[in-house]
T-cell receptor
Framework: KQEVTQIPAALSVPEGENLVLNCSFT??????LQWFRQDPGKGLTSLLL???SQREQTSGRLNASLDKSSGRSTLYIAASQPGDSATYLC????WGQGFSFIFGKGTRLLVKP | SQTIHQWPATLVQPVGSPLSLECTVE??????LYWYRQAAGRGLQLLFY??????ISSEVPQNLSASRPQDRQFILSSKKLLLSDSGFYLC?????????FGPGTRLTVT
């Protein structure tokens, strides 16, 4: 059974820092991996999608990498801003369960001005 | 573009009362549809998924049920709510690659 773990659970950094969020999964037979952002009391916003055959994806200040063989993904945020404060969720899509995603518990990020 | 609607946005219900949450999707046809629950301090838990009209798969045994009466409509129901049903309920649909989420319903069972 696929399990997804995110470390750290919470992170507080000063504005301008570069930071890395970690995601690990137990079953490397994945279809793809998606990073989401969730603001308090809101739904999920997709940030980046990495297919199982890809190594990384970039969007603006965000870069996500995937090492499927070791069961790891990282989300790199460059030059963090207070508006980046949110919970970041990693989700792994498998081949069963209607192609549903298995989620980690998230990393709660606070960027201080 | 695709849009996903959920209502109501918030709901406060007493224990033992019924529940009906609705989700509709626009701009796509024959999507896979999902219901997730996010309880306080816990991650997102998949409750149900549907790959077509009338086709529902349950992932967690509980007092909730789901139905898909139309291609782009997904309903989450309960006959009698429990305190443990409190949480944030999210509907999602997926295309070939990504999954997209609705704005969610905050349910508080008192």
């Amino acid at each position: 059974k696929q399990e997804v773990t995110q470390i750290p659970a919470a992170l507080s950094v000063p504005e301008g820092e570069n930071l890395v969020l970690n995601c690990s999964f137990t079953d490397s037979a994945i279809y793809n991996l998606q990073w989401f952002r969730q603001d308090p009391g809101k739904g999920l916003t997709s940030l980046l999608l990495i297919q199982s055959s890809q190594r990384e994806q970039t969007s603006g200040r965000l870069n996500a990498s995937l090492d499927k063989s070791s069961g790891r993904s990282t989300l790199y945020i460059a030059a963090s801003q207070p508006g980046d404060s949110a919970t970041y969720l990693c989700a792994v899509r498998g081949w069963g369960q209607g192609f549903s995603f298995i989620f980690g518990k998230g990393t709660r990020l606070l960027v201080k001005p | 573009s695709q849009t996903i609607h959920q209502w109501p946005a918030t709901l406060v219900q007493p224990v033992g009362s019924p529940l009906s949450l609705e989700c509709t999707v626009e701009g796509t046809s024959n999507p896979n549809l999902y219901w997730y629950r996010q309880a306080a301090g816990r991650g997102l838990q998949l409750l149900f998924y549907s790959v077509g009209i009338g086709q529902i798969s349950s992932e967690v045994p509980q007092n909730l049920s789901a139905s898909r009466p139309q291609d782009r409509q997904f309903i989450l129901s309960s006959k009698k709510l429990l305190l443990s049903d409190s949480g944030f309920y999210l509907c999602a649909w997926s295309g070939e690659n990504e999954q997209y989420f609705g704005p969610g319903t905050r349910l508080t069972v008192t």
